[in-house]
């Protein structure tokens, strides 16, 4: 049998040479993926958790209008807040005056007046005037705010109730241009000699000049005219630099203002004394209140004390034959440790309480009067303490105290009513107006005739525009304090309720705005008090006060302990791994290089 061999034949076919491997420069194997794979996998698993660490921490933030809020404090500081006020004259009983002349000295007079104030909130003043002559013939300037009917005010009667008719005769003058003041001078025909001139601001928004020669006396009659729309019905009777400003104004920041009335029984095992004050409440605070309405919500309350001596010291006077205490001793009179008055349950948060206290002494030191400096006795026997409230001492008609069965007895209708009198002047003091009912100035005296209701309508309109200003400038105050406030610390929590009362606010504040260039007193007065109260409801939220407004640097100083040195490892691993595998396929490419070629 043949046998076969299969090698090569050396003259044809050469066998082909394996190269030589180089561990340090080539594999002949792929690398693998697997250790890549792995270390990849790790790494993109905590890449992707990061996401839901963020959210876990993060910062509920409501919108806030940022433009909105600087576009209102932008406004306010450069646009006066300005409420229109028409002034309109009637001079009853002259002859030879012309209405545009007179009207432009009136006006010279109100800038001469006008053009020094500081006050932030001013009048678009709007004047007309009106001249009747003694037969009754009248010429006015136009365009005139108030069509006036020729012959309704006659020379010769003017005595008690002239408000009123003023009232009627101005009646349709208030339009939507706002509120119009009136200031008539009648010129009287001399007679029995008199030359007095008695000017008189009523209760409403009217005003009167009545005297014989006012004709001659023309220029101090144009000045006291003007005097009369500026210094009364504008700044409210009080000099600018003597007058409250809104920041000193007895109202709360959310508006609301109780006013607390106490009788304090000094020494009750000499005499107690009660009193029927839901009587006074219904019959003379309740029509204090309602004026006072849009300005601030106002609620009364009422106490009796007992054991609440004063702090202060007394002296008898052999002279006045009664107990003395003087103004130097007023600091020291109200007793803080013994009198407990602020026990309102209806004021809570930022509410204003106004305290009004009737002390009566003991038997020790009954009866008991104030000293003024001068050495007269005070003749309401009370005090004022700004912001606080008033005090006024009460002496029973009395002083022969019975210690040994004291009786319980009631103030009488006739004292409780004076005594109120007395709070309503003291509380008028504290809103800025004088307690006395003249108001005096270098061209002469004016007789303020007093309201029913504690403020007549011209100073309720001065209140009125005085706290439409001061509750807008606040209202921007706080607005940008706290948007401020939420810019510099991001991680702050924003909640809805105060998205919404920051929205609300904005939205009062352009309603007041907008009220108080149409006239609307009380209403501009009811929206700006309702801004700012929502302001400050937003800025003082109970979740602003949290702990975890801190910066995104400290929240990584938090967590970077936790977290870093494992992300450190796993990037440095994911790192090493494919730097391995680049230079392990770079291997493996080198070795099929030089296979081919070899």
């Not at 002494?361 to 007269?376: D, F, R, T, V």
């Amino acid at each position: 049998m043949e046998e076969t061999s299969d090698r090569l034949n050396p003259t044809t076919d050469t066998p082909r040479t394996t190269p030589e491997l180089d561990p340090k420069t080539m594999r002949s194997s792929k690398p693998g993926l697997k250790r890549l794979l792995i270390t990849t996998t790790v790494l993109f698993s905590f890449l992707s958790g990061l996401p839901f660490l963020w959210k876990s921490v993060e910062i509920y933030r409501s919108p806030l209008p940022f433009h909105d809020i600087d576009s209102l404090s932008d406004q306010i500081k450069t646009t006066p807040l300005s409420f229109p006020c028409s002034f309109h004259a009637v001079f009853v009983g002259f002859r030879s005056t012309h209405p545009d002349q007179l009207r432009s000295e009136i006006e010279d007079g109100i800038n001469q007046l006008t053009h020094r104030s500081t006050q932030c909130v001013s009048c678009n003043i709007s004047l007309s005037v009106t001249v009747q002559s003694p037969d009754e013939h009248c010429s006015e300037t136009l365009p005139s705010t108030c069509s006036y009917s020729c012959g309704v005010i006659k020379r010769d009667v003017f005595g008690d109730g002239l408000d009123e008719s003023l009232e009627d005769v101005f009646s349709g003058c208030s339009g939507d241009s706002g509120k119009m003041y009136s200031v008539v001078v009648v010129n009287k025909e001399k007679g029995n000699g008199e030359d007095e001139v008695k000017a008189v601001v009523g209760k409403r928004r009217n005003a009167w000049i009545v005297g014989s020669g006012l004709e001659e006396r023309y220029g101090d009659v144009v000045a006291r005219v003007s005097e009369i729309f500026v210094k009364v019905f504008m700044n409210g009777g009080r000099e600018e630099e003597d007058s409250i400003h809104g920041e000193f104004m007895p109202v709360g920041s959310d508006g609301r203002l109780v006013l607390s009335f106490s009788l304090l029984n000094s020494n009750p095992r000499d005499w107690i004394y009660d009193w029927d004050f839901q009587r006074i409440d219904e019959a003379l605070l309740a029509p204090v209140t309602k004026a006072l309405a849009p300005i601030a919500n106002i609620s009364v309350e009422s106490q009796v004390l007992y054991h609440t001596p004063k702090s202060s010291f007394s002296s008898w006077d052999e002279k006045l034959q009664s107990y003395i205490f003087r103004t130097s001793d007023l600091p020291f009179f109200v007793n803080s440790n013994e009198w407990h008055l602020d026990t309102s349950a209806g004021a809570s948060g930022r509410s204003k309480i106004l305290q009004f206290v009737v002390y009566i002494p003991s038997g020790k030191e009954c009866p008991l009067h104030l000293q003024l400096p001068n050495g007269e006795i005070s003749k309401t026997n009370g005090f004022i303490s700004p912001m606080w409230g008033g005090v006024i001492v009460w002496n029973p008609g009395n002083c022969d105290k019975d210690s040994e069965s004291p009786s319980r007895n009631m103030i009488s209708p006739q004292d409780l009513e004076q005594i109120v009198e007395v709070f309503l002047g003291q509380f008028r003091q504290l809103f800025g107006f004088k307690s006395e009912a003249t108001y005096t100035s270098g061209l002469g005296s004016y007789k303020i005739l007093p309201s029913e209701r504690g403020f007549t309508e011209w100073e309720l309109d001065v209140l009125s525009r005085k706290h439409t200003c001061f509750n807008l400038n606040s209202c921007a105050t706080t607005l940008g304090s706290l948007s401020r406030l939420v810019q510099s610390l991001p991680r702050m929590i924003i909640k809805d309720e105060i998205g919404e009362q920051v929205k609300y606010s904005l939205k009062a504040a352009k309603l007041a705005q907008s009220n108080a260039s149409l006239g609307g007193y009380s209403s501009s007065a009811s929206s700006s008090r309702e801004a700012r109260s929502l302001a400050e409801n937003a800025f003082f939220h109970p979740s602003i006060m949290s702990v975890s407004y801190f910066s995104y640097e400290h929240c990584f100083a938090v967590y970077s302990p936790f977290f870093l040195p494992v992300a450190g490892h796993v990037v440095l691993a994911a790192l090493r791994e494919w730097k391995r595998y680049k230079q392990e396929k770079a291997k493996y490419l080198t070795w099929l290089t030089t296979k081919k070629t070899a």
